[in-house]
């Protein structure tokens, strides 16, 4: 990038800042023969690279390909003096500008979108397990959660009595077909909203929970927690039958199967990073 370039994205994004009303440090604004007059209480910042970068990645597509970035902390792994495991960074990406991928050997990030417009951003593990994200410290809180505690009981009783006026199975293998296909549907179902990301019910977050916490395959920690919940049923003097059996043996392999095989598929939440519809920032 041409010098010029560089000078007009910094000026570009210190108007930013200042519309966003985020003070930056005084030493972003030191010229070079300030930072010569500067002794070692300023040596964090050297040692940690601290400041400004501005890179079109060498391939001179600044405006669709490159980024504006301040580090105004970090850390330093192979400086015993600068340990910190984390960094605080605010980020400048244009309309139609994408950074390419780059990983962490070692850092936490909490990403924080601060100028208000979109960002989208693609994550991966290096060794292909699953990403676990959390946003704003609350993964499976969403609206999608109210609408699960609020409206959920109103929907179940509605089609309960809509199968009573159909008719009620009376043999087994009537009542076999019927469970069988409650948990098709639920299973499909579940699968799908919890897909959504838009907030899980009550229940449905503790085996997601202890999926997340105990790194175990989530039909186990599906079938565990209704386990959990049919003993405390049977205890408490409830009906268990053989469609309470059904529904702790199978409704977690049912759901895991077909999120896995088709809703993943179809519900995808992967692209690259960018902005739109104005320069927006962000930190982590």
């Not at 504006?68 to 980020?91: D, F």
């Not at 929907?155 to 159909?166: D, E, P, R």
Request: contains cysteine; neutral net charge.
């Amino acid at each position: 990038m041409k010098r010029s370039e560089i000078n007009a994205t910094i000026k570009k994004m210190e108007a930013l800042m200042e519309e966003c009303r985020f003070k930056l440090p005084p030493y972003f604004s030191f010229t070079p023969d300030e930072w010569a007059e500067k002794n070692h209480e300023y040596d964090e910042i050297r040692e940690c690279e601290l400041g400004w970068d501005v890179t079109d990645y060498g391939e001179g597509k600044f405006d669709t390909l490159g980024f504006a970035l301040i580090t105004i902390r970090n850390g330093n792994v192979h400086n015993p003096k600068h340990n910190k495991p984390y960094a605080e960074k605010i980020m400048m990406c244009d309309s139609g500008q994408v950074s390419p991928m780059h990983y962490h050997a070692n850092k936490l990030e909490d990403i924080i979108n601060r100028g208000g417009n979109d960002i989208v951003f693609t994550f991966y593990n290096a060794d292909k397990t699953k990403v676990h994200r959390t946003e704003d410290g609350r993964k499976y809180i969403g609206f999608g959660t109210f609408f699960n505690a609020i409206l959920q009981g109103y929907v179940v009783t509605f089609f309960y009595y809509l199968v009573c006026k159909l008719g009620a199975p009376e043999v087994l293998w009537q009542k076999l077909v019927t469970v069988v296909i409650g948990l098709l549907v639920g299973g499909i179902g579940l699968a799908m909203y919890q897909n959504a990301k838009a907030g899980a019910s009550p229940y449905d977050s503790l085996s997601m929970i202890l999926c997340d916490r105990s790194h175990k395959s989530y039909f186990g920690c599906r079938m565990l927690t209704d386990l959990i919940c049919a003993v405390i049923c049977f205890a408490s003097g409830g009906i268990v039958n053989v469609g309470t059996v059904a529904s702790v043996l199978l409704m977690g392999p049912v759901a895991d199967i077909i999120n896995r095989k088709f809703v993943s598929r179809i519900i995808k939440d992967d692209a690259e990073v960018h902005g739109r519809y104005r320069p927006n920032y962000w930190t982590v």
